[in-house]
Nanobody
Framework: VQLQASGGGLVQAGGSLRLSCTAS????????MGWYRQTPGKQRELVAT???????FYGDSVKGRFTISRDNAKSTVYLQMNSLKPEDTAVYYC?????????????????WGQGTLVTVSS
């Protein structure tokens, strides 16, 4: 099972970006999916999470600007980022917890994608 993130890039302040992260590997369920971000010298910070039934939670710094969503059939989580600020610049990592996969109904916990860089210029 692996997570593949995409959608990062360079954008001007006030602009928008959409991140995507897809889990692959004969998956039949994923409990929680989310996005975290990290800048050099700082701890990884929660951006947003969403459960399989659509309950979402946001970090205080992104409330009202970012929207998390997911497509369970595609095992994909999205992060729509609007009104971006220079302080949103970071490597964004996707996360998936309690991922059910395979014909033997196994589970993987706390999986991380490779990270995608978001740079917001002022």
């Amino acid at each position: 099972v692996q997570l593949q993130a995409s959608g990062g890039g360079l954008v001007q302040a006030g602009g928008s970006l959409r991140l995507s992260c897809t889990a692959s590997g004969n998956i039949f369920s994923i409990d929680s999916m989310g996005w975290y971000r990290q800048t050099p010298g700082k701890q990884r910070e929660l951006v947003a999470t969403i459960t399989s039934d659509g309950f979402s939670f946001y970090g205080d710094s992104v409330k009202g600007r970012f929207t998390i969503s997911r497509d369970n059939a595609k095992s994909t989580v999205y992060l729509q980022m609007n009104s971006l600020k220079p302080e949103d610049t970071a490597v964004y990592y996707c996360n998936a917890d309690r991922v059910g996969f395979g014909v033997k109904l196994k589970y993987e916990y706390d999986l991380w994608g490779q990270g995608t860089l978001v740079t917001v210029s002022s």
